[in-house]
Nanobody, 121 residues
Framework: QVQLVESGGGLVQPGGSLRLSCAASGSIASINAMGWYRQAPGQQRELVATISSGASTKYADSVKGRFTISRDNGKKTVDLQMTSLRPEDTAVYYC???????????????WGQGTQVTVSS
């Protein structure tokens, strides 16, 4: 089995910062890209940021310059440092990993359970 476990969400005031972390565990042979997505109430899930195994990054325009994604390949973790948070950043944030399990020869997408981020005064 493979698990992605997120941590670090919570309530923060506008302009504040939060750091989300996600750890992958289980029978993992290789991890390709990892990333963060978010879903606000009544809206579709959207990409926030992704990072390749070689540390190439991609960000949604709405978070460029405010959020930073990083990963530790040895620990199988991906973090999202969020600064200058705005009320419109309020959403459930999901960790994603494109990975290959031992005993298989293909990559699949796996998701964490999500962590709530609320930006409000």
């Amino acid at each position: 089995q493979v698990q992605l476990v997120e941590s670090g969400g919570g309530l923060v005031q506008p302009g504040g910062s939060l750091r989300l972390s996600c750890a992958a565990s289980g029978s993992i042979a290789s991890i390709n890209a990892m990333g963060w997505y978010r879903q606000a109430p009544g809206q579709q899930r959207e990409l926030v940021a992704t990072i390749s195994s070689g540390a190439s990054t991609k960000y949604a325009d709405s978070v460029k310059g405010r959020f930073t994604i990083s990963r530790d390949n040895g620990k199988k973790t991906v973090d999202l440092q969020m600064t200058s948070l705005r009320p419109e950043d309020t959403a459930v944030y999901y960790c994603n990993a494109n990975l290959m399990k031992y005993g298989t020869y293909f990559y699949n997408n796996y998701w964490g359970q999500g962590t709530q981020v609320t930006v409000s005064s």
